[in-house]
Nanobody
Framework: QVQLVESGGGLVQAGASLRLSCAAS????????MGWFRQAPGKEREFAAG????????YYADSVKGRFTISRDNAKNMVYLQMNSLKPEDTAVYYC?????????????????WGQGTQVTVSS
């Protein structure tokens, strides 16, 4: 059984940085793409960033491009999301998810395992 556990969320001021981590257990972590999604109150879950199985290809939503960086360490079964220049509109619950194939997509339905989420709150 695959389990994903996020950590690193918190309350920060606009302009600050946070690094989210996602620890994976079970399954074959290094064989699948990973993604970060987020869901703000009253809004649908949206794609933030994705990374291919070996980390060679990354994808970002336009809203986070240039500010967020996704990375992974397959030896440690970890995926990270470095978030810089945070804005109040980045406030959301952030979810780590495992893709169903080697290459990430922006579509939540193509991810088969999800973590419980970690709250990120950015104050103005």
């Amino acid at each position: 059984q695959v389990q994903l556990v996020e950590s690193g969320g918190g309350l920060v001021q606009a302009g600050a940085s946070l690094r989210l981590s996602c620890a994976a257990s079970g399954g074959t972590f290094g064989s699948y793409a990973m993604g970060w999604f987020r869901q703000a109150p009253g809004k649908e879950r949206e794609f933030a960033a994705g990374i291919s199985w070996r980390g060679g290809t990354t994808y970002y939503a336009d809203s986070v491009k240039g500010r967020f960086t996704i990375s992974r360490d397959n030896a440690k079964n970890m995926v990270y999301l470095q978030m810089n220049s945070l804005k109040p509109e980045d406030t959301a619950v952030y979810y780590c998810a495992r893709g169903g194939s080697r290459y990430a997509t922006a579509f939540a339905r193509q991810y088969d395992y999800w973590g419980q989420g970690t709250q990120v709150t950015v104050s103005s």
